[in-house]
């Protein structure tokens, strides 16, 4: 019965709303940053995920910018999310980390920033290639920070992220 109000309920909120709620979740239990940094999720389909950090006290620096530890944050997120989802959507236990991590800082970002993340059906082949083996798997993965109302679609920063998977025994 409890399942079935769960479900029913899943269905009246949009699946921006759930997958916010569960990035600010997984951060006030496991990732701090990301609880105070409050990012949501704009777009997630299964090919892109958009997330947005907002420029505000939290997330700037002195110069009014985002804070460069505020643009990995939403890097990592926008990056971590589709393993995150498609791990738990599989049932078996995987371990995520992320194994480097490279950043080219082109522009100041001057306004609410935007990272994305378009290898959502290679990450699902990753996700089912660690899931059938016990090895750990890495994979690169490419994030755009954009702030549109300022820039456009002008990147303002590139990351470069390997993906590291390794299912637990």
Known sequence: MLNTLKDSLRQFIP???????????????????LWYLRPSVVEMDDKKCIIKIPLNRRSKNHLNSMYFGSLCAGADCAGGLFAMKLIMQSGQKIALSFKDFHAEFLKRAEGDTFFTCDQGEEIAEFVSQVIGSEERHNKEMKIIATCPDKLGDEPVAIFTLTLSLKKKS
């Open 15 to 33: 699946q921006n709303i759930q997958d916010t709620a569960l990035v600010r979740i997984f951060g006030l239990t496991k990732v701090p940053m």
